[in-house]
Nanobody, 122 residues
Framework: QVQLVESGGGLVQPGGSLALSCAASGSIFSISVMDWYRQAPGKQRELVAAITSGGSTKYDETVKGRFTISRDDSKNTLYLQMDSLKPEDTAVYYC????????????????WGQGTQVIVSS
């Protein structure tokens, strides 16, 4: 089994910064895509940013230029640096990964973290 554990959420003032981390652990053979989603109250979960195993990235238009996604494959860890935060960035942020496990290297599985709350407010 594989577990994803996020950390780094909290309360920050508008214009501030936060850094999120997501550590993947368990019987991991490889991780292809890792991404961050968020879900605000009353809204659907949406993709914030994604990064492939080759390092290619994509961002939602609302965060482009303010958020930076990165990963450290030696640590199976995903990061999200969030700068110039706005109140509309308030949401629960979820880590997601597409993983091949050691017991099933030919099959990709989708895993989610439990989420970390980000509140942007003065």
């Amino acid at each position: 089994q594989v577990q994803l554990v996020e950390s780094g959420g909290g309360l920050v003032q508008p214009g501030g910064s936060l850094a999120l981390s997501c550590a993947a652990s368990g019987s991991i053979f490889s991780i292809s895509v890792m991404d961050w989603y968020r879900q605000a109250p009353g809204k659907q979960r949406e993709l914030v940013a994604a990064i492939t195993s080759g390092g290619s990235t994509k961002y939602d238009e609302t965060v482009k230029g303010r958020f930076t996604i990165s990963r450290d494959d030696s640590k199976n860890t995903l990061y999200l640096q969030m700068d110039s935060l706005k109140p509309e960035d308030t949401a629960v942020y979820y880590c997601h990964a597409i993983v091949r496990t050691r017991s099933s290297v030919l099959t990709e599985y989708s895993y989610w973290g439990q989420g970390t709350q980000v509140i942007v407010s003065s």
